[in-house]
């Protein structure tokens, strides 16, 4: 590995600002076997939650002088311990090299595979899967709960929870929850702050926001728009009706016509096509076709082929403590179908909750993201019932640049008392930083902006570029 002398911490702009830290100036190092812990916590009867632990690991600063950042998945039945770790922020990349643009030099990580049964977690009994927020968010506390419990030394730590996609709309609930259990004393923890990004907190906003959006980028006419916006009417009803199952059945609907009236946008670029339908897609027996075809798009591409090989093969020989019956990533798709119910249902509510109870709330989109868009995420923000509200959109936006000195813009970023909100510019859903280094080499320190950076990234959100 090359040393980049000029190379600063990879902590990203944003996590700096939102743990009002400042860069401070170092040589990446070689990242060396570093301190680990993982372990399963039986959550409830017959559901055994996993987790993984990284050490910081700062050439100037104890862990115990960094903060801890627990890291949750989209899907949900993405799993933290896989995606997020090693083809996110993790120290290795799926090739098992070092990623120079780890958040592990400003945080110790803690990836969580969330709900029961994602990743390397697992259920022994089919009724043992969550259904719903409520469930996901207090078996979460029971994992909290053993965590500080037998790692005490992170209980003083400033514990922020950073999510993903749907894992956003979980940290919410998880957010709340853990708020109380501090209160009441069950839990011991120092809980500083939740980020937000490109979270599925109101999905009708995001359904509703599709058409509109895509119009605007040339990607549907007058007569597809209305076509999209009469779905979205009808997901509207079916909530109106309390009829949740429905509701996601008519989201797949959506789905399906924007992919056929934009030929093949793809949900997490823009200015990206979907990959033609992986060969996977028949192994797996699903009767509700829609359901099926929404796993497939949103959960699916967080486990291709070579994670998989790699989490299976190498990883569970190293952790030694997987079940032999489990398979990482084996259950994931009766993650996905036993939530069914709760994927329409907004949590506006909670992260009205939160701002109220005074926890740090930091939400992030990236502007080429299609699924959560930002207009959508605005939409939500103008119901939240937060007194200081109004005060938040009189502030005036601030530019943030590429580097000091840059003339690039990076995102936008306006803050008020516990809120905070980036519009990250050029990125997708999660594939923020490819864009900006397909778009321009002269781009090169945007490890230190953006908060998600897949190093190896997908061939096919290459292409669009
Ligand atoms: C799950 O099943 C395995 C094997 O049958 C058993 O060893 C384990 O204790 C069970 N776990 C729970 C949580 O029931
Ligand atoms: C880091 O902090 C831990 C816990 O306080 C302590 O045990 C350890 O000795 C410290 N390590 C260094 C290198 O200071
Ligand atoms: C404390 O709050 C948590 C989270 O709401 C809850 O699960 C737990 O039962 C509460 N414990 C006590 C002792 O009230
Ligand atoms: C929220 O963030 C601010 C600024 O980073 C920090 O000073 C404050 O302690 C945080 N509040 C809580 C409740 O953690
Ligand atoms: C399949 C399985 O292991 N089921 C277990 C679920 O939990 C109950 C109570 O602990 C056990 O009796 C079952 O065997």
């Not at 339908?277 to 076709?289: A, N, P, V």
């Not at 509510?349 to 990236?366: E, K, P, Q, R, S």
């Not at 936008?412 to 080499?441: P, V």
Request: glycine letters at 6%; aromatic letters at 12%.
């Amino acid at each position: 590995m090359e040393l980049v002398p000029w190379h600063l911490p990879a902590l990203p702009l944003l996590l700096l600002l939102l743990l009002n830290l400042s860069p401070g100036l170092a040589l990446v190092q070689q990242v060396e076997e570093g301190k680990e812990a993982w372990d399963y916590v039986t959550v409830r009867t017959n559901a055994s939650m996993f987790w993984w632990l990284y050490y910081a690991k700062s050439p100037c600063k104890n862990f115990t002088e960094l903060p801890l950042i627990m890291w949750l998945q989209g899907g949900p039945g993405g799993s933290s311990t896989g995606f997020g770790n090693f083809d996110e922020i993790g120290p290795l990349d799926e090739e098992l090299k070092p990623r120079k643009t780890t958040w592990l030099q400003s945080a110790s990580l803690l990836f969580v595979d969330n709900p029961v049964g994602t990743g390397f977690s697992f259920v022994n009994q089919s009724d043992a899967y969550a259904r719903d927020l409520d469930m996901v968010a207090s078996d979460m506390m029971v994992l909290l709960k053993s965590f500080f419990n037998s790692r005490p030394e992170f209980e003083t730590v400033p514990f922020y929870i950073f999510s993903e996609s749907y894992g956003g709309k979980m940290a919410a609930g998880i957010s709340r929850e853990l708020y109380k259990a501090i209160q009441n004393g069950s839990i011991k923890c120092k809980f500083s702050g939740v980020a937000l990004g490109d979270s599925w907190i109101s999905p009708i906003d995001s359904v509703l926001s599709w058409g509109p959006y895509l119009y605007s980028m040339s990607l549907l006419d007058d007569k597809s728009l209305s076509e999209v916006s009469k779905v979205a009417e009808k997901i509207i009803n079916a909530m109106n009706m309390g009829l949740y199952d429905w509701a996601t059945e008519l989201w797949g609907k959506a789905e399906m016509l924007v992919e056929q009236d934009t030929d093949g946008v793809n949900f997490y670029n823009i200015l990206n096509k979907s990959p033609p339908e992986s060969t996977m897609k028949s192994s797996l027996e699903f009767t509700q076709r829609h359901l099926s075809e929404l796993y497939h798009r949103h959960v699916r591409k967080l486990h291709q082929d070579k994670l998989s090989s790699l989490m299976n093969g190498p990883i569970r020989k190293k952790l030694k403590i997987i079940p032999d019956f489990v398979t990482w990533g084996d259950q994931s798709h009766l993650v996905f179908m036993n939530m069914q119910k709760d994927f329409m249902k907004p949590v506006i509510n909670i992260v009205d909750d939160m701002l109220t109870a005074g926890i740090n709330v930091t939400i992030y989109n990236g502007q080429l993201d299609l699924i959560v868009d930002t207009i959508g995420q605005e939409a939500w923000l103008r119901k939240l019932k937060w007194p200081e509200l109004a005060r938040f959109n009189e502030e005036k936006r601030k530019p943030l640049y590429v580097n000091p000195g840059s003339y690039e813009t990076a995102a936008f970023y306006k803050s008020y008392k516990n809120l905070a909100f980036y519009w990250i510019l050029k990125a997708g859903h999660m594939e923020y930083l490819l864009g900006y280094l397909a778009a321009s080499s002269k781009l090169r320190r945007l490890d230190e902006i953006i908060s998600e950076v897949p190093s190896s990234f997908k061939p096919e959100s290459m292409t669009g570029y």
